[in-house]
Antibody
Framework: EVHLVESGGGLVQPGGSMRLSCAASGFTFSTNAMSWVRQAPGKGLEWVSTIPSSGGSTYYADSVKGRFTMSRDNSKNTLNLQMNSLRAEDTAVYYC?????????????WGQGTLVTVSS | EIVMTQSPATLSVSPGERATLSCRASQSVSSNLAWYQQKPGQAPRLLIYGASTRATGIPARFSGSGSGTEFTLTISSLQSEDFAVYHCQQYNNWLTFGGGTKVEIK
């Protein structure tokens, strides 16, 4: 069974930084692209970033490009999202998600999410 | 960016009735369209991908159709556990989600 567990969320001030992590198990981590998707309180889903299985070129939504960096460690089955220059509008539940194939595609498994609150 | 528009925003349906949800793309996404179900306080769950292929373990009462810019999710006979928010997502060009349709008990 696929298991995705996020960690690292919490309260951060505007302009601050935060690093989210995701521990993956139950599948061959190195064969699937991985994504981060966020959901602001009471709002819809917003794609944030995707990294292919090989860890090559990483894709970002325009709203986070230049501020967020996604990385993966296929030897440790872990995923990271480094978030800098955080804004109030980045407040959301952040979901770690597994793509169905090796590059950006449909998401077939989701973690339970971690809440990031950007506020002074 | 491809914009996904879902309608209606809220759908009131009685248990046992049929529910039909719509999703429209601002440009063609071919059949690269997925549907997710999300219950309060939970992560989304994949229902349909490739516009019409049910994900593993999804009951046959859920069906998807469409291609290009117009898509439909049909729940043939609503069960109590089906009342939730449904999101469509295109993955033809990056990823974008619709705003969601809440299916509530009538």
């Amino acid at each position: 069974e696929v298991h995705l567990v996020e960690s690292g969320g919490g309260l951060v001030q505007p302009g601050g930084s935060m690093r989210l992590s995701c521990a993956a198990s139950g599948f061959t981590f190195s064969t699937n692209a991985m994504s981060w998707v966020r959901q602001a309180p009471g709002k819809g889903l917003e794609w944030v970033s995707t990294i292919p299985s090989s860890g090559g070129s990483t894709y970002y939504a325009d709203s986070v490009k230049g501020r967020f960096t996604m990385s993966r460690d296929n030897s440790k089955n872990t995923l990271n999202l480094q978030m800098n220059s955080l804004r109030a509008e980045d407040t959301a539940v952040y979901y770690c998600a597994k793509d169905r194939v090796g590059d950006i595609s449909v998401i077939d498994n989701w973690g339970q999410g971690t809440l990031v609150t950007v506020s002074s | 960016e491809i914009v996904m528009t879902q309608s209606p925003a809220t759908l009131s349906v009685s248990p046992g009735e049929r529910a039909t949800l719509s999703c429209r793309a601002s440009q063609s996404v071919s059949s690269n369209l997925a549907w997710y179900q999300q219950k309060p306080g939970q992560a989304p769950r994949l229902l349909i991908y490739g516009a019409s292929t049910r994900a593993t373990g999804i009951p046959a009462r859920f069906s998807g159709s469409g291609s290009g810019t117009e898509f439909t999710l049909t729940i043939s006979s609503l069960q109590s556990e089906d009342f939730a928010v449904y999101h469509c997502q295109q993955y033809n060009n990056w990823l974008t989600f619709g705003g969601g349709t809440k299916v509530e008990i009538k």
